[in-house]
């Protein structure tokens, strides 16, 4: 579904993406793990246009996606941090992202699953971090795609919010989506993942299901068998 070849990203000097290669097939959530600085998320970023490659190629159902927008109109994404215009309201925010794009959008069912109904006239910049991200997901999983980037999606939700968070992201597993997911919360790819890709100094070091994974490094503890997989990589 989503194939990456020979991709290289620099910012300067510096090297983010060092001639990464990275297949993923449709159906399924696959987690994109590794530290600060590993190019995880410049690699999300590359498949979403808000950074170009200097070399490679990335394709979405065998097609380039570089330089287009199109192929945008079938993947939602949730960014780690829900910066919204601090003077609108809920529902005026809700609408404006409906406004600008052509899908229908199912926020009702949403908006009563996260406990908004009493937000929506509130203005943005008057709501808790936790609320604001409730809103963040409201807005990413409205619309039906079939590919869902979620990054770092857990950021200060409540029990209650964190577990229609996972039954929302098993529903839409169900119906053949694919959901990539960056997070340093292992307990959460530990109980959600169906394979893990971590990334290293911009290249893929590991690419399997999570009991491979622990298997590999000899270790049932997932953050320590990504802790082993680091500390391998720099002996």
Sequence with gaps: ??????????????????GLDLNIKEGGIFA????????????????????????GTITYKNKSV???????????????????????TVLELIEMVKNLRPKQSNEQDLIK???????LHKKLGNLSGGTKQKVNIVLTFMFDSNLIILDEPT????????????????????KGKTILITTHIMSFVDEMAD???FILDGKI???????ALKTQTKNDNLEHAIANLIAKQYA
């Design 66 to 88: 570089l330089r287009k927008w199109d192929y945008r109109n079938d993947l939602n994404y949730l960014p780690q941090i829900a910066n919204f215009p601090p003077n609108l």
């Design 113 to 119: 699953l996260f406990g908004l109904t009493d937000s």
């Design 195 to 197: 394979e893990i890709v």
């Design 205 to 211: 070091y590991f690419k399997g299901s999570v009991d």
């Design 32 to 55: 994109i793990l590794g530290p600060n600085g590993s190019g995880k998320t410049t690699l999300i970023k590359c498949l979403l246009g808000m950074v170009i490659p200097n070399e």
């Design 1 to 18: 579904m989503i194939d990456f070849k020979n991709l290289h990203k620099k910012f300067g000097k510096l090297v983010v993406l060092n």
């Design 155 to 174: 950021n200060g939700l409540d029990p209650i919010a964190l577990i229609h968070l996972k039954e929302l992201i098993l529903k839409e597993k169900a």
